[in-house]
Protein backbone atom coordinates (compact mmCIF):
# COMPACT_ATOMS: atom_id res chain seq x y z
CA UNK A 1 0.00 0.00 0.00
CA UNK A 2 0.81 3.85 -0.68
CA UNK A 3 1.93 6.13 1.48
CA UNK A 4 1.04 9.18 -0.75
CA UNK A 5 -2.58 9.16 -0.17
CA UNK A 6 -4.18 11.83 1.88
CA UNK A 7 -6.30 11.17 4.86
CA UNK A 8 -8.20 14.08 6.41
CA UNK A 9 -7.50 15.36 10.11
CA UNK A 10 -11.19 14.40 10.61
CA UNK A 11 -11.73 11.49 13.27
CA UNK A 12 -15.01 10.28 14.23
CA UNK A 13 -15.02 11.35 17.87
CA UNK A 14 -13.62 15.02 17.04
CA UNK A 15 -15.98 15.93 13.89
CA UNK A 16 -18.87 13.07 13.63
CA UNK A 17 -21.40 14.60 16.87
CA UNK A 18 -24.96 15.24 16.19
CA UNK A 19 -25.76 17.53 19.24
CA UNK A 20 -29.40 18.36 17.66
CA UNK A 21 -32.65 16.23 17.65
CA UNK A 22 -32.59 12.36 17.81
CA UNK A 23 -34.86 9.88 17.00
CA UNK A 24 -36.07 7.18 19.70
CA UNK A 25 -34.34 3.98 18.40
CA UNK A 26 -37.12 1.89 16.96
CA UNK A 27 -38.48 4.60 14.64
CA UNK A 28 -34.71 4.79 13.66
CA UNK A 29 -34.54 1.10 13.04
CA UNK A 30 -37.04 1.40 10.76
CA UNK A 31 -35.63 3.87 8.56
CA UNK A 32 -32.12 1.43 8.85
CA UNK A 33 -34.11 -1.25 7.46
CA UNK A 34 -35.77 0.74 4.67
CA UNK A 35 -32.79 2.57 3.50
CA UNK A 36 -30.71 -0.62 3.57
CA UNK A 37 -33.15 -2.95 1.69
CA UNK A 38 -33.61 -0.30 -1.28
CA UNK A 39 -29.79 0.14 -1.15
CA UNK A 40 -29.72 -4.45 -1.64
CA UNK A 41 -33.02 -3.45 -4.11
CA UNK A 42 -30.50 -0.94 -6.15
CA UNK A 43 -27.52 -3.32 -6.19
CA UNK A 44 -29.85 -6.76 -6.95
CA UNK A 45 -31.45 -4.82 -9.63
CA UNK A 46 -28.36 -4.06 -11.97
CA UNK A 47 -27.73 -6.88 -14.05
CA UNK A 48 -31.50 -5.97 -15.25
CA UNK A 49 -30.68 -2.04 -15.30
CA UNK A 50 -28.20 -2.35 -17.62
CA UNK A 51 -30.27 -4.03 -20.39
CA UNK A 52 -32.18 -1.24 -20.41
CA UNK A 53 -31.36 1.61 -23.14
CA UNK A 54 -28.83 4.56 -22.08
CA UNK A 55 -32.08 7.52 -21.00
CA UNK A 56 -34.33 4.57 -19.72
CA UNK A 57 -31.25 3.42 -17.48
CA UNK A 58 -30.35 7.17 -16.14
CA UNK A 59 -33.67 8.01 -15.45
CA UNK A 60 -34.10 4.66 -13.27
CA UNK A 61 -30.90 5.74 -11.28
CA UNK A 62 -31.92 8.89 -10.68
CA UNK A 63 -35.03 8.15 -9.00
CA UNK A 64 -33.58 5.16 -7.04
CA UNK A 65 -30.72 7.69 -6.03
CA UNK A 66 -33.18 10.41 -4.98
CA UNK A 67 -34.82 7.85 -2.86
CA UNK A 68 -32.04 6.48 -0.83
CA UNK A 69 -31.36 9.16 1.18
CA UNK A 70 -34.60 9.79 1.50
CA UNK A 71 -35.50 6.40 3.09
CA UNK A 72 -32.59 7.34 5.80
CA UNK A 73 -34.24 9.68 6.97
CA UNK A 74 -31.99 12.68 5.11
CA UNK A 75 -34.04 15.34 3.47
CA UNK A 76 -32.39 16.80 0.10
CA UNK A 77 -32.55 19.71 -1.89
CA UNK A 78 -31.05 20.44 -5.05
CA UNK A 79 -29.90 23.44 -7.11
CA UNK A 80 -28.73 23.43 -10.35
CA UNK A 81 -26.88 27.05 -11.40
CA UNK A 82 -26.64 26.28 -14.96
CA UNK A 83 -28.13 23.99 -17.54
CA UNK A 84 -27.53 20.69 -17.71
CA UNK A 85 -25.97 19.70 -21.00
CA UNK A 86 -28.42 17.93 -23.21
CA UNK A 87 -26.38 15.30 -24.40
CA UNK A 88 -22.27 14.14 -23.86
CA UNK A 89 -20.58 13.28 -20.52
CA UNK A 90 -17.63 15.18 -18.64
CA UNK A 91 -16.23 14.73 -15.32
CA UNK A 92 -18.41 15.20 -12.44
CA UNK A 93 -16.18 16.62 -9.31
CA UNK A 94 -17.54 17.06 -5.83
CA UNK A 95 -16.41 17.49 -1.98
CA UNK A 96 -16.38 14.25 -0.29
CA UNK A 97 -18.37 14.07 2.94
CA UNK A 98 -20.20 10.96 3.75
CA UNK A 99 -21.54 7.66 1.86
CA UNK A 100 -24.21 9.60 1.33
CA UNK A 101 -22.33 11.63 -1.24
CA UNK A 102 -22.42 8.49 -3.69
CA UNK A 103 -26.59 8.44 -4.28
CA UNK A 104 -26.72 12.24 -3.84
CA UNK A 105 -24.56 12.55 -6.79
CA UNK A 106 -26.05 9.87 -8.50
CA UNK A 107 -29.48 11.65 -8.13
CA UNK A 108 -28.30 14.70 -10.41
CA UNK A 109 -25.40 13.63 -12.73
CA UNK A 110 -25.79 9.79 -12.52
CA UNK A 111 -22.17 8.42 -14.33
CA UNK A 112 -18.94 6.06 -13.85
CA UNK A 113 -17.16 5.97 -11.01
CA UNK A 114 -13.61 5.61 -9.82
CA UNK A 115 -12.67 2.73 -7.05
CA UNK A 116 -9.94 0.89 -6.02
CA UNK A 117 -8.90 -2.22 -8.00
CA UNK A 118 -9.56 -4.09 -4.73
CA UNK A 119 -13.33 -3.83 -5.38
CA UNK A 120 -13.44 -5.75 -8.34
CA UNK A 121 -12.29 -8.99 -6.20
CA UNK A 122 -15.05 -8.73 -3.75
CA UNK A 123 -17.79 -10.91 -3.37
CA UNK A 124 -20.98 -10.06 -4.74
CA UNK A 125 -20.71 -5.81 -4.90
CA UNK A 126 -16.94 -6.24 -6.79
CA UNK A 127 -19.02 -8.25 -10.29
CA UNK A 128 -21.70 -5.68 -9.61
CA UNK A 129 -19.78 -2.97 -9.80
CA UNK A 130 -18.18 -3.64 -12.95
CA UNK A 131 -21.74 -4.09 -13.90
CA UNK A 132 -22.47 -0.80 -13.24
CA UNK A 133 -19.75 0.66 -15.28
CA UNK A 134 -17.07 1.35 -12.50
CA UNK A 135 -13.88 2.43 -13.43
CA UNK A 136 -11.14 0.53 -11.45
CA UNK A 137 -7.87 2.31 -10.55
CA UNK A 138 -4.73 0.71 -8.57
CA UNK A 139 -4.51 3.83 -6.11
CA UNK A 140 -2.05 2.23 -4.01
CA UNK A 141 0.84 2.77 -6.65
CA UNK A 142 2.39 6.20 -7.65
CA UNK A 143 3.46 4.61 -11.30
CA UNK A 144 -0.25 3.30 -12.45
CA UNK A 145 -1.09 6.96 -12.02
CA UNK A 146 -0.71 7.37 -15.81
CA UNK A 147 -2.83 4.62 -16.79
CA UNK A 148 -5.50 5.41 -14.69
CA UNK A 149 -5.65 8.79 -16.28
CA UNK A 150 -5.63 7.40 -19.73
CA UNK A 151 -8.44 4.74 -18.47
CA UNK A 152 -10.47 7.78 -17.24
CA UNK A 153 -10.49 10.54 -20.45
CA UNK A 154 -11.11 7.05 -22.74
CA UNK A 155 -13.77 7.28 -21.00
CA UNK A 156 -14.28 10.96 -21.39
CA UNK A 157 -13.71 10.44 -25.02
CA UNK A 158 -16.68 7.86 -25.06
CA UNK A 159 -18.96 10.42 -24.27
CA UNK A 160 -19.41 8.76 -21.06
CA UNK A 161 -19.72 10.93 -17.65
CA UNK A 162 -17.04 10.37 -14.85
CA UNK A 163 -17.64 11.02 -11.57
CA UNK A 164 -14.85 11.94 -9.01
CA UNK A 165 -14.27 12.88 -5.08
CA UNK A 166 -10.69 14.10 -6.23
CA UNK A 167 -9.96 14.80 -2.06
CA UNK A 168 -8.53 11.51 -2.10
CA UNK A 169 -10.92 11.13 1.24
CA UNK A 170 -13.89 11.95 3.07
CA UNK A 171 -13.40 15.12 5.12
CA UNK A 172 -16.47 16.48 7.62
CA UNK A 173 -17.63 19.35 5.98
CA UNK A 174 -16.28 21.64 8.04
CA UNK A 175 -13.27 22.03 6.05
CA UNK A 176 -11.75 20.53 3.12
CA UNK A 177 -8.50 19.04 1.43
CA UNK A 178 -6.74 20.12 -1.87
CA UNK A 179 -8.31 18.80 -4.99
CA UNK A 180 -5.54 16.41 -6.59
CA UNK A 181 -5.05 17.31 -10.16
CA UNK A 182 -4.57 13.63 -11.88
CA UNK A 183 -7.88 13.52 -12.63
CA UNK A 184 -8.28 16.87 -14.11
CA UNK A 185 -5.17 16.19 -16.58
CA UNK A 186 -7.58 13.61 -18.21
CA UNK A 187 -9.83 16.19 -18.67
CA UNK A 188 -7.74 18.23 -20.59
CA UNK A 189 -7.07 14.96 -22.67
CA UNK A 190 -10.17 14.58 -23.57
CA UNK A 191 -11.22 17.83 -24.32
CA UNK A 192 -14.21 17.17 -21.59
CA UNK A 193 -15.94 19.72 -19.78
CA UNK A 194 -15.50 19.69 -15.75
CA UNK A 195 -18.91 19.64 -13.71
CA UNK A 196 -17.98 20.99 -9.63
CA UNK A 197 -20.80 20.18 -7.54
CA UNK A 198 -21.19 21.18 -3.82
CA UNK A 199 -22.56 18.91 -0.89
CA UNK A 200 -23.90 20.34 2.14
CA UNK A 201 -25.43 19.16 5.14
CA UNK A 202 -27.40 20.71 7.66
CA UNK A 203 -29.63 20.23 10.65
CA UNK A 204 -33.21 21.28 10.19
CA UNK A 205 -32.65 23.83 12.86
CA UNK A 206 -29.60 25.42 11.89
CA UNK A 207 -29.99 25.30 7.82
CA UNK A 208 -27.17 27.54 7.22
CA UNK A 209 -24.88 26.74 10.62
CA UNK A 210 -22.13 23.92 11.08
CA UNK A 211 -21.81 21.50 9.17
CA UNK A 212 -24.11 18.45 10.56
CA UNK A 213 -21.31 15.93 12.19
CA UNK A 214 -24.12 12.86 11.73
CA UNK A 215 -23.44 12.23 8.50
CA UNK A 216 -19.31 12.94 8.56
CA UNK A 217 -17.64 9.14 7.41
CA UNK A 218 -14.10 9.82 8.56
CA UNK A 219 -11.05 8.15 9.59
CA UNK A 220 -11.70 5.16 11.16
CA UNK A 221 -15.41 5.21 11.26
CA UNK A 222 -17.26 1.77 11.16
CA UNK A 223 -20.15 1.84 8.22
CA UNK A 224 -22.55 0.06 10.74
CA UNK A 225 -22.07 2.84 13.16
CA UNK A 226 -22.29 5.44 10.40
CA UNK A 227 -25.67 4.56 9.32
CA UNK A 228 -27.16 3.94 13.06
CA UNK A 229 -25.68 7.84 13.42
CA UNK A 230 -27.38 9.28 10.34
CA UNK A 231 -30.91 7.56 11.27
CA UNK A 232 -31.02 8.28 14.64
CA UNK A 233 -29.82 12.06 13.87
CA UNK A 234 -33.81 14.05 13.37
CA UNK A 235 -33.98 17.19 10.80
CA UNK A 236 -30.85 16.42 8.73
CA UNK A 237 -30.94 17.64 5.41
CA UNK A 238 -28.25 17.39 2.57
CA UNK A 239 -27.99 20.67 0.30
CA UNK A 240 -26.83 19.57 -3.34
CA UNK A 241 -25.71 22.41 -5.66
CA UNK A 242 -24.52 21.95 -9.28
CA UNK A 243 -22.25 24.86 -10.32
CA UNK A 244 -21.09 26.36 -13.64
CA UNK A 245 -19.31 24.16 -15.79
CA UNK A 246 -15.59 24.67 -16.18
CA UNK A 247 -14.06 24.17 -19.73
CA UNK A 248 -10.69 21.70 -19.48
CA UNK A 249 -9.03 23.54 -22.42
CA UNK A 250 -5.54 23.10 -20.83
CA UNK A 251 -4.59 26.41 -21.06
CA UNK A 252 -3.98 26.90 -17.46
CA UNK A 253 -2.83 23.33 -16.59
CA UNK A 254 -4.01 20.33 -14.57
CA UNK A 255 -2.99 21.87 -11.51
CA UNK A 256 -5.00 25.44 -12.45
CA UNK A 257 -7.68 23.76 -12.99
CA UNK A 258 -7.74 21.87 -10.02
CA UNK A 259 -7.74 24.80 -7.70
CA UNK A 260 -10.43 26.41 -10.11
CA UNK A 261 -12.89 23.77 -9.15
CA UNK A 262 -12.22 23.66 -5.56
CA UNK A 263 -12.80 27.11 -5.46
CA UNK A 264 -15.94 26.37 -6.97
CA UNK A 265 -16.99 23.71 -4.69
CA UNK A 266 -15.24 25.07 -1.30
CA UNK A 267 -14.62 28.74 -1.92
CA UNK A 268 -11.15 30.20 -2.15
CA UNK A 269 -9.92 29.30 1.31
CA UNK A 270 -6.25 27.32 1.73
CA UNK A 271 -7.15 23.74 1.84
CA UNK A 272 -6.80 21.85 5.40
CA UNK A 273 -3.35 19.87 5.38
CA UNK A 274 -3.91 16.16 5.17
CA UNK A 275 -2.33 13.51 7.18
CA UNK A 276 -0.18 11.00 4.62
CA UNK A 277 -1.05 7.54 4.80
CA UNK A 278 -2.41 4.55 3.28
CA UNK A 279 -5.43 4.57 5.37
CA UNK A 280 -7.01 7.11 2.55
CA UNK A 281 -7.35 4.44 -0.44
CA UNK A 282 -9.65 2.27 2.33
CA UNK A 283 -12.00 5.86 3.20
CA UNK A 284 -12.26 7.12 -0.43
CA UNK A 285 -13.86 3.84 -1.61
CA UNK A 286 -15.58 2.28 0.78
CA UNK A 287 -18.25 -0.46 -0.50
CA UNK A 288 -21.90 1.66 -0.57
CA UNK A 289 -19.06 4.20 -2.44
CA UNK A 290 -17.93 1.78 -5.58
CA UNK A 291 -21.54 0.36 -6.68
CA UNK A 292 -22.83 2.77 -9.33
CA UNK A 293 -18.66 4.53 -6.92
Known sequence: MSTWLPVAPCT???CARHTAAVRAPLPAALLLLAGCA???????????VRLLGAARREQLVRRWARAVPRAFGVRVTVRRHA?????????????????????????????RMLAKSEIRRWPLLG??????????ID?????????????????????????????????????????RPAVFQAAIDAGATVRPVRIAYRTAAHASGPAAGAVAFVGD?????????????AGLTARVDVLA???????????????????AVLGSAEPLRPRQTAVASDRANRPAESVHH
Open 83 to 111: PEPAVGGGLVVANHISWLDVPLIASVLPG
Open 127 to 136: PLAALGGTLF
Open 221 to 233: DPLAASLWRVVRA
Open 139 to 179: RDRLRALPTAVRTVATALRSGSRVVVFPEGSTWCGRGGGAF
Open 12 to 14: PDG
Open 38 to 48: LVLLGVACVPL
Open 245 to 263: PIPANGEDGRRALARRARA
